[in-house]
């Protein structure tokens, strides 16, 4: 079978949904994936699932302390039970597709043809509606010392087979810091050189404030307004040359993490031969249904270059599915996207920073610490705090900001309640379980003012 309805090229969260979807539903698809090592896409493989299954081993680890070799023996074992958890993700993602006879996935890398034929291993393949699920990768900024054996990115430091003593972060972005959190945790030294003035720059100040004193706590080496400039390596030493303030400086660890960010994936794939065309940031353009500049073919997931979340790629996949079966989705209309940053406690936010909301009109602020909650004490993270930002003449909420163990799940219900125009009282008059986190929300709002 070398025609199908549906070509997808990329098994990543949105490509595997429609695939999945399609099939179901008596389409025929084939779908095309470069690494068999990648059965599932980026998430299961190399990112969210394998990085949170070790934030949650490193929390553990954090619990029992002990000397470097108890601590690395706990890595080693994290390691492999990581190993064993994406091993049976990828399976099973492998199986939901190629089990339907309608599905056919290939081994392989494709490129374009042209707007409705793709090459994969010398064999030309026809579609009449093509979907590119590529993904991202790490940027990798071409300094002198790069490549090097213990300068990584974070998908390579994942295999790391030993603990490191010291751990050299170049990035203070979010997966910058959840690293630093995990590795924190493991009992690893971590220095984070991050090029921007501010820390979490985008992040409303006061969290971003208590982050970055939690940090500091925790023993986190920061410096902030860094240029990193080479490496070089010796005996599994790694020297980071830097200038901060105009005065050169080096640090000395065995392990770095470049974590500078992440591209579209759209090497290799001729889009010009179809008419396929980019953003000025080298995304694929896509219009709001997530169509490209070429009617029967569509792009979705990090390749579009917008918010790079799973659950997008997702939503991405909704939207096409809408454009191709019927439905309303766009991505005009997804309301407000919230994200959680897994450091340790975790920080979740949807909407508006204090700051913006403030500049767009007048609005109410609730506060509450951390502390206040008593499920926090129960699970020993009593640090962080929480805040949200209404809107004083609708009551609606603007924009929420959960610095608090278990945030992450929190944040989802605030998304419904924006998404649903339902006025703070409704969260603050609410009946919750006990003892949850969530019940927080009865104080967050009931200090609003
Ligand atoms: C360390 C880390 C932690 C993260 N944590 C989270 C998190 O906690 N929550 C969250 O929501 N997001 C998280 N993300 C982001 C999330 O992983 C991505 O947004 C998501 O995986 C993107 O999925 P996708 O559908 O765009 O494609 P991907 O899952 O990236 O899939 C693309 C697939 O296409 C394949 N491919 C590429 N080119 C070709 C080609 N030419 N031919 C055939 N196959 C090809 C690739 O091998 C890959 O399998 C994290 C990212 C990183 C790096």
């Given at each position: 079978?070398?025609?199908?309805?549906?070509?997808?090229?990329?098994?990543g969260k949105?490509?595997?949904?429609?695939?999945?979807?399609?099939?179901?539903?008596?389409h025929?698809v084939i779908?095309?994936?470069?690494?068999?090592q990648?059965?599932?896409?980026?998430?299961?493989?190399v990112?969210?699932?394998?990085?949170?299954?070790?934030?949650e081993?490193?929390?553990?680890?954090?619990?029992?302390?002990?000397?470097?070799?108890?601590?690395n023996?706990r890595?080693?074992?994290?390691?492999?039970?990581?190993?064993?958890?994406?091993?049976?993700?990828r399976?099973?993602?492998?199986?939901?597709?190629?089990?339907?006879?309608?599905?056919?996935?290939?081994?392989?890398?494709?490129?374009f043809?042209d707007?409705?034929?793709?090459?994969?291993?010398?064999?030309t393949?026809?579609g009449?509606?093509?979907?590119?699920?590529?993904?991202?990768?790490?940027?990798?900024?071409?300094?002198?010392?790069?490549?090097?054996?213990?300068i990584?990115?974070?998908?390579?430091?994942?295999e790391?087979k030993t603990?490191?003593?010291?751990?050299?972060?170049v990035?203070?972005?979010?997966?910058?810091?959840e690293?630093?959190?995990?590795?924190l945790?493991?009992?690893?030294?971590?220095?984070?050189?991050?090029?921007?003035?501010?820390?979490?720059?985008?992040?409303?100040?006061?969290l971003a404030?208590?982050?970055?004193?939690?940090?500091?706590k925790?023993?986190l080496?920061?410096?902030?307004s860094?240029t990193?400039?080479?490496?070089?390596?010796?005996?599994?030493?790694?020297?980071?040359?830097?200038?901060?303030d105009?005065?050169?400086?080096?640090?000395?660890?065995?392990?770095?993490?470049?974590?500078?960010?992440?591209?579209?994936?759209?090497?290799?794939?001729?889009?010009?031969?179809?008419?396929?065309?980019?953003?000025?940031?080298?995304?694929?353009?896509v219009?709001?249904?997530n169509?490209?500049?070429?009617?029967?073919i569509?792009?979705?997931?990090?390749?579009?270059?917008?918010?790079?979340?799973?659950?997008?790629?997702?939503?991405?996949?909704?939207?096409?599915?809408?454009?191709?079966?019927g439905?309303?989705?766009?991505n005009?209309?997804?309301?407000?996207v919230?994200?959680?940053?897994?450091?340790?406690?975790?920080?979740?936010?949807i909407?508006?920073?204090e700051?913006?909301?403030?500049?767009?009109?007048?609005?109410?602020?609730?506060k509450?610490?951390?502390?206040?909650?008593?499920k926090?004490?129960?699970?020993?993270?009593?640090?962080?705090?929480?805040?949200?930002?209404?809107?004083?003449?609708?009551?609606?909420?603007?924009g929420?900001?959960?610095?608090?163990?278990?945030?992450?799940?929190?944040?989802?219900?605030?998304?419904l309640a924006?998404?649903?125009?339902?006025p703070?009282?409704?969260?603050?008059?609410?009946?919750?379980?006990?003892?949850?986190?969530?019940?927080?929300?009865?104080?967050?709002?009931?200090?609003?003012?």
């Amino acid at each position: 079978m070398n025609q199908a309805e549906y070509l997808i090229i990329g098994f990543g969260k949105g490509g595997k949904t429609l695939a999945a979807t399609l099939g179901a539903k008596g389409h025929t698809v084939i779908l095309f994936e470069e690494s068999p090592q990648m059965y599932g896409g980026t998430c299961i493989n190399v990112a969210c699932i394998p990085t949170k299954a070790l934030v949650e081993q490193a929390a553990l680890s954090a619990k029992l302390g002990g000397n470097y070799d108890e601590r690395n023996a706990r890595y080693q074992a994290a390691i492999e039970k990581k190993g064993v958890l994406t091993g049976k993700l990828r399976d099973k993602n492998y199986h939901k597709l190629a089990d339907n006879p309608l599905i056919k996935v290939i081994d392989g890398k494709a490129s374009f043809v042209d707007a409705h034929h793709v090459l994969a291993n010398g064999v030309t393949y026809e579609g009449e509606t093509i979907i590119i699920n590529t993904g991202a990768r790490p940027f990798v900024p071409p300094l002198p010392g790069i490549p090097s054996k213990n300068i990584d990115v974070s998908e390579t430091l994942l295999e790391r087979k030993t603990l490191p003593h010291h751990l050299l972060i170049v990035g203070g972005g979010y997966i910058g810091l959840e690293f630093a959190s995990m590795f924190l945790n493991f009992g690893s030294e971590v220095t984070m050189l991050q090029v921007e003035p501010t820390f979490l720059a985008r992040e409303d100040e006061e969290l971003a404030q208590a982050i970055e004193a939690d940090f500091a706590k925790r023993g986190l080496k920061l410096y902030k307004s860094v240029t990193t400039k080479s490496f070089e390596e010796k005996d599994g030493i790694v020297t980071t040359h830097a200038v901060i303030d105009g005065k050169e400086v080096a640090f000395t660890s065995d392990e770095v993490l470049i974590a500078t960010g992440r591209r579209p994936n759209v090497e290799g794939l001729a889009l010009e031969k179809a008419g396929v065309t980019l953003t000025e940031r080298g995304a694929i353009a896509v219009n709001e249904h997530n169509q490209t500049a070429v009617p029967n073919i569509y792009a979705v997931g990090d390749v579009v270059g917008g918010l790079q979340f799973t659950y997008i790629s997702l939503d991405d996949s909704r939207i096409v599915l809408s454009s191709l079966l019927g439905g309303k989705r766009t991505n005009l209309n997804r309301g407000a996207v919230p994200y959680s940053v897994f450091i340790d406690p975790a920080f979740s936010r949807i909407g508006l920073s204090e700051k913006d909301a403030r500049a767009k009109g007048e609005v109410m602020i609730g506060k509450l610490p951390a502390m206040a909650i008593p499920k926090a004490g129960i699970l020993g993270q009593t640090n962080g705090l929480l805040k949200v930002i209404v809107d004083k003449a609708s009551h609606e909420i603007l924009g929420a900001h959960l610095y608090c163990a278990e945030s992450y799940e929190m944040i989802n219900l605030i998304k419904l309640a924006m998404d649903h125009h339902i006025p703070y009282e409704d969260l603050r008059d609410q009946i919750y379980t006990h003892p949850t986190m969530s019940e927080a929300f009865n104080d967050l709002f009931a200090a609003v003012k």
